[in-house]
């Protein structure tokens, strides 16, 4: 008897019709004779209506406020699909982050999670009973209410499979699986059956859409064996999605290039003619990084007499604030620069693929295939599995479907 | 320095404009001086939306689920409140009924307060933040997320005004007193500026939409100083609002009649030509108080040939649940009975004051001046300070304009 995690994302909860669709799914899978934990966001919409009304009253919300806010979203839909699972005539039971207990630390809109006690799924699932979880949530050692971030509902339900020790974490989505790139913008894009572990990591980190980086970066740790599926699929089709591997020996038969990812809601901080100096790189992301706010790529460039340009990316979200904490810093004399320049109007797009190091030449195909399209970079980063270059975000769909093309990303490997 | 315990209803809290309303008018007291803790409801119609959707899942949600889905409302509100309020320069923080510690029973949807553990909301308000905590809600022994039944904002503030001793607890709605009788009904209707305790619990149980009874109950157990108020007043207006005593001779200078209370959302159940005898009472509300539904008025009409007709009167909603005991109790051979009647439009109104007993001719008059009008009375109860007949629900404004005229109640005393 297999214990199974599932995840549902806000647009599978998205209508009470939805809900329903839910739960026949889960019902397959209970009579199949699974033990079923199930994980649920908030209906689609659901938790940007919550914020925007906290944001209607304040500019700045107290993060501990809108984490109690936001948290309603998943309990409504917990709630209702124990009801759906009840009324099909099985037995299911709700519990909040906190009721689980889905121990987090305080960082209140972004809280990571420490640790789970297990006892109280464990004990409804020794009953027969279909456990329901509010993903995105949990609860400090204070009894405060913490949320996870956007998109942690991927993670709770990782965390849980690995607390829990489950056979399989399956993530519902509205994708099939894991594809080399979004199939909205390249209509070639292929499924992957198979994805390795640091692949799909690079590819959430740089954006994918399908799983959230912490929730692989949390599988990864305890290897936990996660399967990306759709839940717009018949239930009986069993449909295989794309699978994440560990398995080394797998990883040689992959294709060089396994996909490529972009992230739309990235912003540029470019601080100007800073004085090059040993700390200068702690002087700058040093406060950035006090102020809770994540920096993603950074690049500095070949100073001259002395000075240096320094370029980090932040979430979109975040650079009116990290644009502030480094003025602050400069006009109380920490640093000095001749200019500090924020931009929105920039993506991210990277080759993601293993062995992509020992494969020279793959990241001048990458550079030459945008220069021909005119399209200028403004940064890049590499890594042992992926090349990540910083553009307008006009050229986004351009580059994503260029670049698929000339890897070859529409042939099967 | 008073500690003062203040209530918002949901059409006060209905909108971002309405909740900034509220946190003026507690800045407001909280800039006299005062202690403060803010009691919320859900914003108007969110409490039903949010049972909607369970319902649109199943005709008898799970009232544990049922209770997980509908708490969500004032945590919302409680949340927007502090933010509001932090966004007026205040030290403010939510708690949920569950962070307080509202110690309830586990009897979902209709929960009981058991007790209040106020050292979280002690602790705050030494610090001088004003505490907000989500109404209608509480927790059970296990953790399990309970509500108080409809209107239990009110219960949880009084509640919480008891536990903490406070010097007074505001009732804020959306009308700036009690009445005589409903002035959308009476137009010539008046605000009394105390009524007695007793008479407010009438009122209360009687329907008036001002007060939840269980709050009232809970006021007269504990002597809380219980004050209703207008939620859209200026607050600086300082408007009296309606007292509600404790003091016996100030009820000795009360008129007889203070007022005209009805209830809309009564039906009628009857079982006709039930064999009379004894413990008959208990095998026919014995069942139905197991089903956990409250009854109200009950009335045992005079039989014939050892057979008598049996009615009372449930909320509309548990009419069905109480008809469908009735037959499963009579189906099991637990009673014989001609027939098993249920009528939802029917209706309840009452005079309500205090000395009435001892004023003859005021139950007389009453049914005078209904039945001039050709209102036909299907039920009568009576107690130390009120008279309640059920009529047909069509005659429900007709009655209550035509006893307030009767009664005088339009002019002062």
Redesign the interface.
Known sequence: MALIVQKYGGSSVGS?ER??NVARRVAYHARQGNRLVVVLSAMSGETNR?LG??R???SH??P??????A???E??T???L???L??MGLKA??F?G??VWIHTDDAYTKARILGIDCSNIDRELSKGVIVVVAGFQGMDKN???TTLGRGGSDTSAVALAAALKADECQIYTDVDGVYTTDPRIVSEARRLDTVTFEEMLEMASLGSKVLQIRSVEFAGKYKVKLRVLSSLDDPESNAPGTLITYEENQVMEDPIISGIAYARDEAKVSIMGVEDRPGIAHALLGPVADANIDVDMIVQNIGESGHTDFSFTVNNTELDKALAVLNREHDAGKFKARAILGDKNICKVSLVGIGMRTHAGIASKMFRTLAAEGINILMISTSEIKISVVIEEKYLELAVRILHKAFDLDKAA
């Open positions: 009470i809900i329903r919550l009304l906290a209607e009253l304040s919300p107290d501990r406020e809108l984490d109690v806010v948290s309603t979203g309990q409504v917990i709630g209702l124990s009801i759906a009840q009324e039971k709700s909040t906190g009721q009894g405060n209410i």
